[in-house]
């Protein structure tokens, strides 16, 4: 089982070296090499969305909106789109948070800031919300992620 998923990690390492895309979104903080593929292949050349909001919704890292009588309500994450791109994106803000003391920027300021105020379940999402509207600058932008 060990060789077959280092088979795979090596031809899945082969294929990304030719996608340009996938090599500018490997530059993103806590994104690997299933995330950047699978982001690479739900993206495209990121044209298909107007904004980074509408690909953050598409992927459900929004906030769920509930509104009666004039008086709006922001509840949970959405949760519609793709589960398998939000799961992804969700572990690598993990990934990102457990590592917080050694990273530096402003992201890891946005994520230090966040962390004193609400719980870590809260910022994991809304940082998997601000990585996936960075995944759709830089893959519709055509730069590399730059702390």
């Known amino acids: 089982l060990s060789e077959q998923i280092e088979e795979l990690e090596q031809e899945l390492k082969t ?52 509104s009666t009588g004039g008086k709006s309500t922001l509840m949970g994450i959405s949760k519609r789109g ?19 003391e050694h990273n530096q920027g402003r992201l890891a300021d946005w994520a230090k800031a966040q962390l004193l105020r609400h719980h870590s379940n809260v910022v994991a999402c809304g940082l998997a919300n601000k990585l996936a509207r960075i995944a759709w600058s830089v893959t519709t932008h055509r730069t590399a992620f730059i702390q």
Do not use: E, W
């Open 15 to 66: 294929h990304m070296a030719d996608d340009d895309t996938a090599q500018r979104l490997l530059t993103i903080p806590g994104v690997g090499l299933i995330t950047a593929s699978l982001l690479a292949t739900k993206l495209g050349d990121g044209k298909s969305y107007a904004s980074s909001r509408d690909f953050a919704a598409s992927t459900g890292l929004v906030p769920r909106q509930y």
């Open 82 to 100: 793709d589960k398998n791109l939000r799961r992804l994106l969700v572990q690598c803000a993990r990934a990102f948070m457990q590592r917080l």
